[in-house]
């Protein structure tokens, strides 16, 4: 589409460049990009905020730090005093979103969606302002539509432009089965930006195909389109795959600062820049720095992890906690001492898990504990050395101990329980 050109003065100018700055810093993609930055030209110039949407499904009950890259960008257009509009995708959320899936995704029931999306609310609220955020839910207007009105949404794409989609393709190549109601999921997307009138949608580089068909819906319905930010996929811990809970490589932002700060710490050198810069409330100025002292061969990358480690603990607890996080984090694995908090379990806690304290199976009190997932992640991670017992390590995944006075059971880097006898 011809985009009209907006002339700015120089004042206005140079709060273009400022907001420009911020809002292209850690994306991919910003398309059309000419449009988009006419957008802001505009906004300035009339001193009239944008409307910047992002959807959440609310499939689990808790969020990562891999969800805030988001959350980051949104509250960076809310400082820049533009108005924010979370979508709780109630009703997406029933269909499933198609992206990098190569099967149908399980339906989950209304009730369980919402109990997620309570819990999701209050974790957007870590990030942004309550007070200048509009929450909408998009049963509100799905919930109102009739058949006929669901025909002409159908009416305004195409099966052929849909099934262009990367996810469908792929899954037609392999004869894998993609139900119908699959396909609604980018035209619900989509409508939804209709029914905020969004000028910009923003999203990771997966939901490309969604954001551009908001453009084409929005149009459809005599809406002026909305511009789209796409965002890279923050890898997880494993400095391979996404973070994700289900592969175990997660950051979670209600985790405790122990455990957010030894995370972070495990995280392979070439990320520190990407986390500062997508998972941080860092300024362009300090990511900079950041990025100096990582190309100095003289500096350490430690020392910067663990101040990308404080900085994300200090985000989610009370200030000052990062620093305490750190401390105990350099007197365990520096110094080899024990934390000054740990959990305990007494005599009676262990016959409550149905063992006996005089000949204790280890592998069952560390599944029963919650130190393993399984008996056979406990096996594992005996086997790998990566458990110990009063300092000493045990490699036997029969081994069986009794409990008398005081003792240390150490599972990985930072699971500590402390044993205590009758």
Request: hydrophobic content about 35%.
């Amino acid at each position: 589409m011809t985009v009209d050109e907006v002339t700015l003065d120089k004042t206005q100018h140079r709060e273009f460049e400022r907001q420009w700055a911020e809002i292209s810093r850690g994306t991919v993609d910003l398309l059309p990009e000419q449009e988009f930055r006419e957008k802001i030209k505009r906004s300035i110039a009339t001193g009239t905020p944008l409307r910047v949407k992002q959807g959440f499904d609310p499939t689990s009950p808790d969020i990562h730090i891999g969800h805030t890259v988001g959350l980051r960008k949104l509250k960076q257009f809310q400082d820049l005093g533009h108005q924010i509009v979370l979508i709780v995708g109630d009703y997406t959320a029933m269909v499933g979103d198609p992206s990098e899936r190569s099967s149908t995704r399980p339906m989950l029931t209304y009730e369980e969606i919402w109990r997620n999306a309570e819990t999701y609310q209050d974790q957007f609220f870590r990030v942004l302002d309550r007070e200048r955020t509009e929450v909408r839910a998009n049963s509100e207007w799905f919930k109102e539509m009739g058949f006929q009105e669901i025909i002409q949404l159908a009416s305004k794409i195409t099966v052929a432009r849909l099934l262009e989609r990367d996810d469908f393709s792929k899954r037609m190549k392999a004869q894998t089965p993609i139900s119908m109601h699959e396909l609604f999921y980018p035209l619900m997307q989509a409508y939804d930006s209709v029914a905020i009138t969004a000028d910009i949608e923003i999203g990771a580089t997966e939901q490309t195909f969604n954001l551009l068909a908001g453009r084409t819906i929005q149009e459809a319905y005599g809406v002026a389109p909305q511009v789209i930010l796409t965002l890279p996929i923050l890898v997880g811990l494993d400095g391979v795959k996404k973070m994700s809970k289900s592969l175990g490589n997660y950051i979670g932002i209600e985790e405790s600062p122990r455990e957010i700060f030894g995370k972070a710490m495990s995280i392979p050198d070439n990320l520190i820049y990407s986390y500062f810069e997508l998972a941080t409330d860092i300024t362009l100025e300090e990511l900079r720095e950041i990025g100096k002292s990582l190309e100095d061969p003289g500096v350490n990358p430690m020392e910067i992890k663990k101040k990308l480690a404080e900085r994300l603990v200090d985000m989610y607890h009370a200030e000052g906690d990062g620093a305490a996080a750190r401390a105990e984090f350099e007197r365990i694995f520096s110094k080899g001492q024990l934390p000054d908090h740990m959990p305990e379990m007494t005599a009676n806690e262990v016959r409550k898990l149905d063992l006996d304290p005089s000949k204790i199976y280890l592998v069952h009190l560390m599944t029963r504990a919650g130190m393993s997932k399984s008996n056979g992640e406990a096996r594992k991670l005996i086997g790998g050395g990566g458990v110990t017992l009063n300092g000493e390590k045990v490699t036997d995944a029969d081994f069986e101990f009794s409990l008398a006075g005081e003792q240390i059971l150490k599972v990985g880097k930072r699971r500590f329980l402390k044993l205590i006898g009758d």
